[in-house]
């Protein structure tokens, strides 16, 4: 059984919507995380959270926005939605303070495309 | 500026060769250096990592060779399998960074049979 839950699996949209991308962890961790991957960067480090707070963010939009609504919960919520944002976008976690806090685990990924 | 390094980009070997990855990163304080498998359609998952107190780590057909004054490592895998074929990813992070780990571009590794 997947640990880390994203849906939908893929994703449609039109140039100028919003959307919100799921993710649910079942590892009992405390960190989530998402990244994007696209062909232009691999793997792109967005936002990290610790006990749903937010620890970093790399990214320069505020068209992207995480929700965390409950401890293993970590949305993504993109609004006016560009081209440019047709990426696959993982949800991982981690567990801050243990020997292998640095080790992330992560979804099969969210694939939006934007027309 | 790009942290991590990967070359070659995309690599094809044939069954039962070695195939070697190669990494390299600039900050000088990253002391943990985890390499991510990566199979089509699905997300990375954690291969095998290094600390930069070690030169070496093995697991099975997976070794990592890590130099630390040329800020250099490599992916050793032996005896390749059809299997192995997959993107790869060096990645790197220091302590007290929020434990935010820098990807490289990843390499795409072919095992031919």
């Known amino acids: 059984d997947p640990k880390i839950i994203q849906k939908p699996k893929y994703l449609v949209a039109v140039t100028g919507s919003e959307k919100i991308l799921i993710c649910e962890q079942y590892?009992?961790?405390?960190?989530m995380y998402w990244y994007r991957q696209s062909a232009k960067k691999p793997l792109e480090f967005m936002f990290s959270?610790?006990?749903?707070?937010?620890?970093d963010n790399q990214t320069a939009s505020s068209r992207f926005q995480p929700q965390s609504s409950k401890k293993n919960h970590l949305d993504l919520q993109i609004t006016a939605l560009k081209p440019d944002d047709s990426a696959t976008y993982f949800c991982?976690?981690?567990?801050?303070?243990?020997?292998?806090?640095?080790?992330?685990?992560f979804g099969s990924g969210t694939r939006l495309t934007v027309l | 500026q790009q942290q991590v390094r990967q070359s070659p980009q995309s690599l094809t070997v044939w069954e039962g060769e070695t195939a070697i990855l190669n990494c390299s990163y600039e900050?000088?304080?990253?002391?943990?250096f985890p390499w991510y498998q990566q199979f089509p359609g699905e997300g990375p998952a954690l291969l095998i990592s290094i600390r930069s107190v070690s030169d070496k780590k093995e697991d099975g057909r997976f070794t990592i060779f890590f130099n630390k004054r040329e800020k250099k490592l490599s992916l050793h895998i032996t005896d390749s399998q059809p299997g192995d074929s997959a993107t790869y990813f060096c990645?790197?992070?220091?302590?007290?960074?929020?434990?935010?780990?820098?990807f490289g571009d990843g390499t795409q590794l072919v095992v031919k049979p």
């Open positions: 900050d000088s304080t990253f002391n943990y």
């Open positions: 991982a976690s981690s567990q801050e303070g243990t020997a292998s806090a640095e080790t992330l685990y």
């Open positions: 959270y610790s006990y749903q707070k937010l620890m």
């Open positions: 590892l009992g961790h405390n960190a």
């Open positions: 990645a790197a992070s220091a302590r007290n960074s929020n434990n935010r780990i820098f």
